[in-house]
Structures are given as structure tokens and as C-alpha cells.
């Protein structure tokens, strides 16, 4: 029964979308594009992470952050501390004043590793802190902004605000955290060469394959009751909140996850990238991750995945050829999308594509359909249709 | 003050000497009132008088300044909304707040009293018991044909009625409802009555209207207020034949 019904998922609509995506990235892209490419796809998909995450807080709860690079680079820099340690040992930093210390921290004349370093020794506790540090941030974050009722531009600007406080911190306490050069000179994972064309290869997919556990996660909470609360909550929070919900402990909920998301991309980010420095995490880089969420479009969580692709592909190609114009094509587009399709991508696929597929899919279907009583077939035929609807019954004005 | 009143009975609310004052306006001035178990109460007064801040009170939108409001033996000025709506008070808005983008169905799907808490919420299985109480509660509220339309097609009066079903499947003790046939037909309006009779054989409801006939079709006792205080309460036909009541709201 269990098997059926998944089995019934991938011939769904919804079901070939993931499918779609997924042959895109583990097929088509890595045959196609050269190991530097294909990399380089690699670190923009590390940005899809942040888009869903988005796309979940943002665009289904109505909680816009403009500091989700704080997550990010949070992922990214427990990942590179890590990273960082491994690549001093006392052989290979032997002519510092102070072996065994980032080298960094030897020009800034620290003598000894700082106490929170100390644990970045340990693999384990590093993907711990992965998600552990942005998550317990985005907690406390959200647990002061929340149940005093902060919202909408208020906690964009805080958001944003925290996001220049990290940047200024961080290049500030330069013998601590690198400065603004960042973390660089990352060499090996667990003894593994991450320098490698073949490991960056590696790196790609495993890339992708967290990717698709954080799109299948955040597909289960979108279709949970709890993804219908948080729908509702954006357009009648008190509605909710009189109907026994504590709004305050959802939007916690839900800005942790979009964190948890953004911390695992940061982390993705490093091991591609190969380095962490604070302009990833900085204002310009939080806005762009929003940008992708709405281009890509902010109800749909493919549609981020998209959206963070697209952009950056564009910004690549743009800063090629013309580097100076590449910031003003970027404030076209996020006009342009906001202005002409509020929906971004994905509702433009939904209002041209779809009516295009509904008629050949519509003559499959009726020939699958069997059993079940009269209103289980009612609810489930609702149920096939929920990621339509969910962009199908937004409306601009709203937040 | 506990009163002498709140002593003596077993009264479902008791309001006591309720105040609330926004920047030293007195919205709501000392006032008092009780409701009886299964009792309708219809809260009526000419505009600015404090009856939408009287709910708004009571289910905990906005916080006394002084006073008490016991529900069932509980304080409720100290508890959050949530907690208030968990002891068994249910609200219902002046306009009609549905969600629009979820279907009826899940409207009153979300409303149902199980998985409140975030985890709670994550787990929540559609069971038969559900499923159950969602047909039921469409019935009585007429929408049984519309489970699967978005709440956003439904006409004014069928949102108001899907609001009152929302409360229904939270299964309140007290049913506050803020002028439920504002803006309705005159059939809309039968049906509401109709519906409210079915409502107050096992709810206490407390309601605000304007519309007196209404208000004569339903209402057990009527509370009259004016200025943030009770200016008059008893029958419908005692309170309409109050010299005070005619003189501030009902006119000669």
C-alpha cells in the first residue's frame, strides 16, 4: 500500500516536477558541463538552500528576512573552522611563532587557539553546529522578536540590521575570525583532498542529493497542517491565534527552519567553495537571497531552486562580459518581478505552461484513477492539486 | 472586588468591575455583568459604547486595565489568547475572518481542536474523527456542498456562517459573536437565526447585535451599555421599555 501510493506520487504532477529537477542536476548538467562549470553550479545551488528556506518563512508564513546570510555564513563558517584546524597542524604551520594556530591568528599575534574554536576540532560536533548555531541565532532572534509581536517591515529591518552587526563583528575581530579575507586555505576534509576536480565532482552531488532532502522536508511541513497554519497565519493572524494557536511558537518554528536550511547551504557553500568570507553574508548578500526566492517565486519551493540557478547563471555571464552593470541589472529584475509577475517564475509556469500540461494530463489520468469511497476520492483529488493552488490562490496585495 | 453575586451562584462568566482605559479614555468603565450557563446574552448599545471591546476583553485581545472576568471557576485576564480559546471561549470577529486561501474543508480542519502545538501540528493526521467532525460542523452551517471550494469564493453570509463553524468544531462552552448578521439578507439572515437556535441548545453564547428583531428572536437577557458601562439589563421588552435606553439608543 505504502509502496503504491509513493509509487502513485511520481506520476503525479508534482511528482515529475522533482523528478524533472532531479535529472537536471544529476544528469543533464554533469554531462554537459566541464568540472569548473559544474562547480561553479555547485556553489549556486548552495544558495537554493537559503531560497527555500525562504520560500517556507517568507513566502507561505509572510516573515521576510533580509538577514538570512547571517544563517549562511553561520553554516559556513562552523563548517570552515573545522576546515581551518584541520589545515593547521602543528608540521604544516611550523614556521609561525605559534604552531598549530590558524595562520591568521599568528599574524594577529594570538598565541592560543580562542575557547570556541577548541570544539571545531571534532567532525561531529562541526555538523552539529552546522545547523545547531543558526538554528538557537534564528531561536533567540525570533523569541524576542515574536512574542513581543515584531513583524512585517520592522523585523526586515532588525533582520537586516543583524546581518551588518555579524559583517562588522566578524571583520572587526579579524585575529578571531580571519577578518575580511574570511577563512581560506582550506585543504582537506578528514584527509580527503577538497581541492580535487574529482572531489569537487563529489562534493557536487552530495550537494545536490542534501539539496533534495531539504526540498522533501520542506514539502512535508508545507503539507502538514502545520504548513496550512502558517498559510493562514499570514493572512489572519489573529484568526489563528483565537482559534488555540500560539502564532508566536510557529513563526519561531518556521524562522528556525528557513536557519537550518540556510546554515546547511553555508556549509555546502564552503566545502565547494573551498573558503568563507563575510561578503557572503553581509546585507547585498542577504538581498540577493531574496531575490532568488522572488524570482524564482516565493510560494513555490522548486520555483526557489530555479530562481537561485537562474540568477546567478545570469550574474555570471553578466559579470563576464560587463562587470560594472551587473548591480544594475539585478534592481531591473527584482523590479521587473515584483512589478510584472509578483509570482515569479513559478507563476509564470502556472498561468502558461500548466494549461498546456492539464490537457494532456488530464486524458492519463482518468484512465489510473481507481477505488476508494466516493469522499476519500474527493479529499485526495484536492490533495493532488495542493502545489497548484498554493500558487493559484495568492493574491499580490496581501503582506 | 469579588462581588456578593459571584458568590452566591454558579455563574458560567462573571465579569467584575472590568476596566480598561487607552490613554486615559475609559473604553470600559466598572462594569459588571453575569451570564448563566446555556444563557443568550445579547449585548447591544449605540456605537462607541465598549461592546466590541467587551469581547475583545474577554477573549484576551486586549488587556484589563483593572477587574476580573472568571470563566468557569478561571481567571482569564491573566491567561495568553490561546490559552483563553483552550479553556473553552470561543471568538468570532465583526467582519468575517476566514482563510481565504485554505478551502472550507481546511478551514475548519485547521480550527479542530487537536495538534495546536507546532510538533502537535506536524503530526496531525486527517483521521475519520476528522473528517467526521468537519461534515457535521458543515452541515449545520449549511456549507456541506462547498467543503472543497476556497474559502475565498464563498458569498458574506457563508463566510460569517464558516466563522461560526470554526468555533463550533473548537466545541466552546462560550460563543462570543460579534454582529453576525451585519451585512446579510434577509433569507441569510432566517438562517442565522436558525442556526444560532441549533448553537444555544449546548453553548452559551454571548452576542453584540443591532438589529432589534433580531435581537428579540434570540436573546435570552439583553445587556445594554453606554459610555463603557451598563446602562440597563433584563427581558428584551423591560429594557425596551426603559425610559434610559430609549433616551441614548433606541429613540422616541
Known amino acids: 500500500m505504502k509502496s503504491s501510493s509513493s509509487m502513485k506520487w511520481f506520476v503525479s504532477r508534482e511528482g515529475l516536477y522533482y523528478l524533472g529537477l532531479a535529472a537536471l542536476l544529476v544528469v543533464i548538467l554533469p554531462l554537459v558541463l566541464d568540472p569548473f562549470r559544474l562547480n561553479m553550479v555547485g556553489k549556486y545551488l548552495t544558495y537554493a538552500f537559503v531560497a527555500v528556506g525562504l520560500v517556507m518563512c517568507w513566502g507561505k508564513a509572510g516573515i521576510l528576512s533580509l538577514g538570512q546570510g547571517v544563517f549562511f555564513g553561520l553554516g559556513g563558517y562552523c563548517m570552515a573552522m573545522f576546515l581551518k584546524l584541520e589545515a593547521s597542524t602543528p608540521e604544516a604551520t611550523a614556521i609561525q611563532s605559534t604552531p598549530g594556530i590558524p595562520d591568521f591568528m599568528d599574524w594577529n599575534q594570538i598565541t592560543a587557539l580562542p575557547w570556541f574554536w577548541e570544539p571545531f576540532h571534532s567532525f561531529s560536533f562541526t555538523l552539529l553546529a552546522v545547523i545547531g548555531v543558526p538554528v538557537l541565532l534564528a531561536f533567540i532572534i525570533g523569541l524576542a522578536m515574536f512574542t513581543r509581536r515584531v513583524g512585517g517591515v520592522y523585523f526586515a529591518i532588525i533582520t537586516q540590521a543583524i546581518a551588518a552587526i555579524l559583517t562588522i563583528l566578524i571583520i572587526g575581530q579579524q585575529g578571531y575570525t580571519g577578518g575580511v579575507n574570511g577563512i581560506t586555505n582550506l585543504q582537506t576534509l578528514m584527509g580527503w583532498d577538497i581541492r580535487t576536480d574529482e572531489a569537487r565532482n563529489t562534493m557536487y552531488f552530495i550537494c545536490v542529493g542534501m539539496l533534495f532532502l531539504v526540498l522533501f522536508t520542506a514539502r512535508l511541513v508545507q503539507n502538514s497542517k502545520l504548513g496550512r497554519i502558517l498559510v493562514a497565519m499570514n493572512a489572519q493572524e489573529n484568526r489563528v491565534r483565537f482559534s488555540g494557536y500560539n502564532v508566536a511558537a510557529f513563526k519561531i518554528f518556521v524562522f528556525c527552519l528557513a536557519a537550518a536550511f540556510a546554515g546547511i547551504g553555508g556549509a555546502m557553500f564552503t566545502l565547494i567553495v573551498g573558503f568563507m568570507s563575510p561578503s557572503f553574508i553581509g546585507i547585498v548578500a542577504s538581498i540577493e537571497m531574496v531575490i532568488f526566492c522572488a524570482l524564482g517565486g516565493r510560494l513555490s519551493i522548486l520555483g526557489a531552486v530555479y530562481g537561485a540557478l537562474l540568477v546567478n547563471v545570469a550574474k555570471s555571464g553578466f559579470s563576464e562580459s560587463f562587470p560594472e552593470l551587473w548591480p544594475f541589472a539585478m534592481g531591473a529584475l527584482f523590479i521587473g518581478v515584483v512589478l510584472a509577475f509578483p509570482n515569479g517564475l513559478a507563476g509564470l509556469y502556472q498561468s502558461y505552461v500548466m494549461p498546456l500540461e492539464s490537457r494532456v494530463f488530464k486524458r492519463n489520468r482518468s484512465t489510473v484513477k481507481t477505488g476508494g469511497t466516493p469522499s476519500d476520492a474527493k479529499l485526495s483529488a484536492d490533495k493532488d492539486d495542493d502545489y497548484d493552488s498554493m500558487i493559484d490562490t495568492y493574491s499580490p496585495e496581501k503582506s | ?252
Open chain 2, 1 to 252: 472586588m469579588s462581588g456578593p453575586k459571584s458568590m452566591t451562584k454558579d455563574f458560567l462568566l462573571a465579569v467584575e468591575g472590568l476596566t480598561v482605559s487607552f490613554d486615559g479614555f475609559k473604553a470600559v468603565d466598572d462594569l459588571s455583568f453575569y451570564l448563566d450557563p446555556k444563557e443568550i446574552r445579547v449585548i447591544i448599545g449605540p456605537n462607541g459604547a465598549g461592546k466590541t471591546t467587551v469581547l475583545d476583553l474577554i477573549c484576551g485581545k486586549t488587556k484589563a486595565t483593572t477587574g476580573s472576568i472568571k470563566f468557569d471557576g478561571k481567571e482569564l485576564t491573566k491567561l495568553k489568547e490561546h490559552q483563553i480559546v483552550h479553556s473553552g471561549v470561543g471568538r468570532k470577529f465583526q467582519t468575517p475572518s476566514v482563510f481565504e486561501d485554505l478551502t472550507v474543508f481546511e478551514n475548519l480542519e485547521v480550527s479542530y481542536p487537536k495538534g495546536h502545538s507546532v510538533m502537535g501540528a506536524l503530526a496531525f493526521k486527517r483521521d475519520q474523527e476528522v473528517i467526521d467532525a468537519v461534515e457535521e460542523v458543515a452541515e449545520t452551517i449549511f456549507l456541506t456542498d462547498s467543503l472543497n471550494e476556497p474559502a475565498a469564493l464563498l458569498s458574506h453570509g457563508q463566510k460569517q456562517w464558516l466563522e461560526i463553524g470554526m468555533l463550533l468544531i473548537q466545541k466552546p462552552d462560550l460563543l462570543m459573536l460579534d454582529e453576525p448578521v451585519a451585512g446579510m439578507s434577509v433569507t441569510e439572515r432566517q438562517k442565522t437565526a436558525e442556526l444560532l437556535r441549533v448553537i444555544t441548545r449546548d453553548h452559551t453564547v454571548l452576542v453584540i447585535e443591532h438589529d432589534m428583531q433580531f435581537v428579540g428572536d434570540i436573546a435570552d437577557r439583553v445587556t445594554v451599555m453606554h459610555q463603557g458601562k451598563v446602562l440597563s439589563e433584563g427581558s428584551i421588552e423591560h429594557v425596551k421599555a426603559d425610559p434610559k435606553v430609549i433616551e441614548v439608543y433606541l429613540g422616541h
